[in-house]
């Protein structure tokens, strides 16, 4: 019998040879690698498993022991940043082998048997039936008005062109001129307005990626459970299940309206939200989602009621290449012409004013309705899995939804290194495991605390589990096995998925070669995690870069013996630690005087610019040139003043780490180091890039003066876009932050990067900022400052730890042990 093989890549199979078991290969259709299985023996009945909160009624085959992902350590590369979600604490990685295809087909015919009778259909009343078809007759009434305005605008222009005739015929001269201008300028701009009126009745969707569809005979086992819950809830089954890389899943119409008629459905399920829930969970969140279609007249309204709110909001928001061009029009010609175009715009706006009313009116309408909606599919989950376990996938989505920031987060560091992961719900969960008790705290107060707004489309958490606890449903699924246990291959197709994303994200040039095992990158970053938290040690939460410390490159200590560099650290260490109270209680006072520095510095550029500024813009009273300018000088003063309290333990502390370094390059000291040569050899070039770095950070701190100052003017251009003086001050401020980056590219242009890089060894400008911009271009320079302003920060700080990750392991050979992690408010965080 053939061995089946199915890609991981583009789920397409073929046979093979049982002598071809174990061998590599290329996908004949996608040409990614593959590996030929083994032939799959019939397993042994496997032992049970059933952890539940709820006793699972008893079945007659069990499933196996299913192994879920592994924990990681998981935080911002490099970022000595506290986070108040992300963990620092790293346990070691656990590799855990993914779930195969035996435990699967064990597990199945237990999880679809367990599905123990059926559950009551949610009642709805002749009154609801009423108040949805009320709802929609209002919704699609919102359309015909504006189509009424758009005839009230036409029949305007039509009376001009008419009745004004007489302007055509008005003398001769400039007064002749003047007449025909009148007489053609409304009905150019009219023009341009009803076309734009017009525009967003027929704006279409902007197209999204192919989404990635599941076949029956692939995934047998999914598709019986999703008919299983589609049963028990009442609702047609979907005729298509699509995966994608969101926290989220739905049921939808498959070709919209075309699809009313029938029960055309498409199921639509997000990745990480398998990755992240048990089959209990999993199993009430589709019960939600196809309790929205249990009843076919109601979600046939809602449809419709949803598809107009959504259009409302589409069309008041999103622009398209005509609003571009207008805009260019009205700015680009001459001003006799441009008027035209600049009365034309003024009259979109007045229109997109019109729609956002109709848009908030709709939402207020539709929005009572759409609660109630959500709060009967509530019921269908309540009563399938029951009302605990809707109260535990809840919060678990928030978490998960928190995750998914953090996970964005590491997928920014990777790409730093030209390294994308290639499997995004499994570092979604990876941060999941890495949240700490304080972040749980934090995410379920948010949960517990939520309101729900006048104009929300859902009901607040909150609402939503004390509706289910109402509802005191027992449930009549309650296996908690991994939800990835009803996939064939979850690991491959979670890969997949994760390449359609970036796919449609970064075009037809990324490859599968672009792409790296999640597992090294998390090795790499916990190697970097464990750096963070040794410069947190070291330095006890002092370090920050409003006070940088200047390492030499080259050594000053030749000639000095290693006994007696091994005296000056325990020196320096201990002094360090007697200064380390009277420097933390000095340091925020002179983190306050930077503030109020900055804070004149956007106030002072606000009045120069002829903006006028409030008393509580700002902490401080900054609303004239000469208060600005005195509180500038007061903060400097300031700074100037406590400087000297800083500066001993900074001292101290360079000496120590540098007596540290020194030693290491001592044969006998090596001698007692793991990897001594190849770490004494990376240090050196760490040293170089630190030097090099170091002496660049009062440009960087320049630098993110200067986009403080650009970031106030910015925030004031409403209503201010033809004040010549702000404009001006714009151009000038971006003009000398773009000089500014370049400086600071040139001079980390002159080392190394010295970490690992996926494009070999690019210097410490490179990797900050890999990509051109053109001076001329306001947001390329803005995003290359921003780059900048946030990348600087964490190279230096994990160049840093590299570092004291060394010299931690010289002071436990002289017997000093690692001083304690500083507490998160003790530490201090680069100024930004």
């Known amino acids: 019998m053939p061995i089946v093989v199915v890609c991981g890549h583009c789920q397409s199979s073929f046979g093979a040879k049982d002598a071809d078991a174990g061998k590599r290969g290329k996908c004949p259709n996608c040409r990614g690698d593959i590996v030929v299985p083994s032939p799959v023996a019939a397993p042994p009945p496997p032992a049970a498993r059933q952890a539940t909160a709820c006793a699972a009624p008893a079945a007659p085959r069990q499933p196996a022991q299913v192994r ?70 209002f919704m699609l009434l919102l359309p015909v008005a504006y189509v009424a305005v758009i005839g009230l605008v036409c029949l305007l222009l039509g009376l001009h062109a008419v009745h004004d005739t007489a302007l055509l015929h008005a003398g001769r001269g400039r007064g002749a001129v003047l007449a025909v201008i009148l007489y053609a300028a409304p009905l150019l701009a009219g023009g341009i307005l009803v076309f734009f009126m017009f525009k967003p009745l027929f704006a279409r969707r902007v197209k999204r990626g192919k989404p990635r569809s599941l076949d029956r005979n692939q995934e047998p086992l999914l598709f019986a459970f999703v008919d299983r819950v589609c049963a028990v809830v009442g609702a047609p089954r979907p005729s298509r299940i699509d995966v994608d890389c969101d926290v989220n899943a739905s049921a939808s119409f498959r070709r919209g309206l075309l699809s009313m008629l029938g029960n055309d459905l498409v199921l639509t399920i997000g990745l990480p939200l398998v990755a992240g829930l048990d089959t209990r969970q999993f199993a009430g969140v589709l019960a939600h989602e196809f309790g929205h279609f249990s009843q ?5 309204l809602s449809y419709l009621v949803r598809s107009v709110s959504f259009w409302l909001t589409r069309v008041v928001y999103e622009r398209d290449e005509w609003d571009a061009r207008l805009v260019a029009w009205s700015q680009g010609l001459d001003i006799r012409i441009g008027i035209i175009f600049f009365m034309a715009r003024l009259f979109v706006w007045l229109t997109r004013k019109i729609l956002w009313m109709l848009m908030m009116l709709g939402h207020l309408i ?12 509530d019921c269908y989950e309540a009563r399938l899995a029951g009302s605990d376990s809707f109260e535990s996938s809840t919060r678990r989505m928030a978490i998960l939804n928190a995750a998914t920031q953090g996970a964005f987060a590491d997928l920014g560091d990777f790409a730093r290194e030209g390294r994308l992961a290639d499997d995004l719900p499994r570092l979604i969960v990876a941060n ?55 996939f064939r291959d979850f690991t491959a197709l979670s890969r997949t998925c994760t390449f359609d994303l970036y796919r449609s994200l970064f075009g037809k040039g990324f490859k599968l070669t672009d792409m790296h095992p999640v597992e090294q990158l998390l090795a790499k970053q916990a190697q970097t995690i464990d750096d963070i938290k ?69 106030a002072d550029a606000l009045l120069t610019a002829q903006i006028r500024v409030k008393s509580d813009d700002f902490k401080q009273r900054l609303v004239d040139l000469n208060a600005t300018r005195q509180a500038r000088a007061a903060s400097r003063a300031r700074l100037e003043q406590i400087s000297p309290q800083l500066a001993p333990l900074e001292q101290l502390a360079v000496r120590r780490l540098w007596c540290a370094l020194e030693l290491v390059q001592v044969e006998k000291v090596a001698a007692r180091i793991p990897q001594a040569q190849e770490r004494i050899e990376h240090g050196q070039r760490v040293r170089a890039a630190v030097a090099v770095a170091g002496a660049q950070v009062g440009t960087w701190l320049a630098l993110r003066n200067r986009m403080s100052v650009l970031r106030a003017l910015f925030s004031r251009m409403e209503g201010q876009r033809e004040n010549a003086t702000l404009l001006g001050s714009l151009e000038k401020n971006i003009s000398l932050l773009a ?71 010289v002071e436990s050979l002289l017997g000093l042990p690692r001083l304690a992690e500083p507490e998160p408010e003790d530490e201090r965080q680069p100024a930004a």
């Open 68 to 137: 879920s992902a592994p924990a990681r350590p998981v935080s911002a590369a490099g970022a000595p940043r506290p986070s108040p979600v992300r963990q620092t604490n790293q346990p070691a990685i656990r590799q855990a082998p993914p779930i195969v295809e035996a435990e699967v087909v064990s597990a199945g015919p237990f999880i679809l048997d367990s599905f123990q009778g059926s559950i009551e259909p949610v009642s709805v009343g002749l009154g609801y039936k009423l108040s949805v078809a009320l709802v929609l007759v």
């Open 296 to 300: 076919g007249a109601g979600m046939r």
């Open 366 to 377: 539709s929005g009572i309705l759409m609660r109630e909606m959500e709060f009967d599919a």
């Open 432 to 486: 999941v495991d890495q949240i700490t008790p304080a972040g749980l705290e934090s995410i379920n107060k948010a949960v517990d605390e939520e309101t729900t707004g006048l104009f929300s489309t859902h009901p607040a958490s909150r609402d939503r589990i004390e509706r289910a606890q109402e509802e005191q449903a027992p449930g009549i699924f309650h296996v908690e096995l991994p939800a990835a246990t009803l």
């Open 534 to 602: 040794s410069l947190k040690r070291y330095f006890q939460g002092t370090f920050s870069l409003l006070r940088p410390l200047r390492l030499p490159a080259a050594s000053t200590t030749e000639g000095t013996g290693a006994g007696e560099l091994a005296a000056q650290l325990k020196q320096a260490r201990q002094a360090m630690l007697d200064r380390l109270p009277a420097h933390k209680a000095a340091f925020p006072e002179y983190d306050q005087a930077d503030t109020d520095w900055l804070e004149a510095e956007a």
């Open 739 to 809: 000089r500014q980056i370049r400086h600071l590219q040139f001079e980390l242009s002159q080392v190394r990067y010295p970490f690992d890089h996926a494009k070999g060894e690019p210097t410490l400008s490179e990797f900050l900022l890999p990509q051109p911009f053109s001076d001329n271009d306001w947001n390329a320079v803005l995003t290359a400052g921003g780059t900048m302003l946030d990348g600087f920060p964490t190279l230096y700080a994990r160049l840093f730890g590299r570092l004291t990750a060394l010299a931690e392991d």
